[in-house]
C-alpha cells in the first residue's frame, strides 16, 4: 500500500500521537476488513478549516468547512464489490500495478473540535475519519437510510476491532 501524506500545518500539538502510522494502520485495516484484493495508493491531506472549505467550494460547490471529504477514484457498481475492478485499466496506476482509490482530505481543528464535543480522544475521532473515507473510497455511501444502514455498522466494527474505542 501506498499513502501519500501531505500535511499543510503545524499540528504536533493538535494531534499528540503518530498520526502517520495511525492513518497507515488504519487505512491497512480497512483494506483488509474489507477483502480488498489488491495493493492500493491512496492519498490523505491533512489541512484547516480554510483549506478543506477551500476543496468543499471548488469541488462540491458547498461553500464552507468540513470535517472529512473523500474524492473516490474507482466507480462501484456495488459498493464492496472488487471483482470487476481489472477490468478497467484506468483503476490502476501504471508505473506501481496499484488501484487508485482515491484522495481523503481532513481538517485536523475538526478533528479536535469533534473529538471534545463527543467527548472521546483526538485518536478515536482522527481514525473514525479515515474509516469513514476509506469506506466511501471502497464505493459505500450513506446518503440513504439503506446505504447507511450497511455503512455506519461498518465504521462502528472496525474501529472495535482495532480497539479505537470512544
Known amino acids: ?3 501519500s501524506l501531505e500535511c499543510d500545518l ?6 499528540p500521537f503518530d498520526y502517520e502510522k495511525t492513518a497507515e494502520d488504519v487505512i491497512l485495516f480497512t483494506l483488509e476488513h474489507e477483502k480488498f484484493p489488491f495493493e492500493a495508493e ?3 491531506l491533512l489541512t484547516d478549516d480554510e483549506g478543506i472549505r477551500q476543496f468543499n467550494r471548488d469541488y462540491r460547490q458547498t461553500d464552507r468547512a468540513t470535517d472529512v471529504l473523500s474524492f473516490p477514484m474507482i466507480h462501484y457498481e456495488t459498493a464492496g464489490e472488487f471483482a470487476n475492478l481489472e477490468q478497467d485499466a484506468d483503476n490502476f496506476n501504471p ?3 496499484e488501484a487508485v482509490l482515491g484522495d481523503i482530505i481532513i481538517s485536523v481543528p475538526a478533528v479536535v473540535r469533534q473529538a471534545e464535543s463527543y467527548g472521546h480522544q483526538r485518536l478515536r475521532e482522527y481514525a473514525f475519519l479515515i474509516v469513514h473515507s476509506m469506506l466511501h ?3 459505500y455511501d450513506h446518503m440513504t437510510k439503506e446505504d447507511a444502514a450497511v455503512m455506519e ?5 472496525i474501529l472495535e476491532e482495532m480497539h479505537i474505542l470512544r
Do not use: H, R, V
Open 137 to 139: 473510497l471502497l464505493g
Open 10 to 15: 503545524e499540528i504536533g500539538n493538535l494531534l
Open 1 to 3: 500500500m501506498t499513502l
Open 42 to 44: 491512496i492519498s490523505l
Open 153 to 157: 455498522p461498518k465504521q462502528a466494527k
Open 95 to 97: 508505473d506501481t500495478g
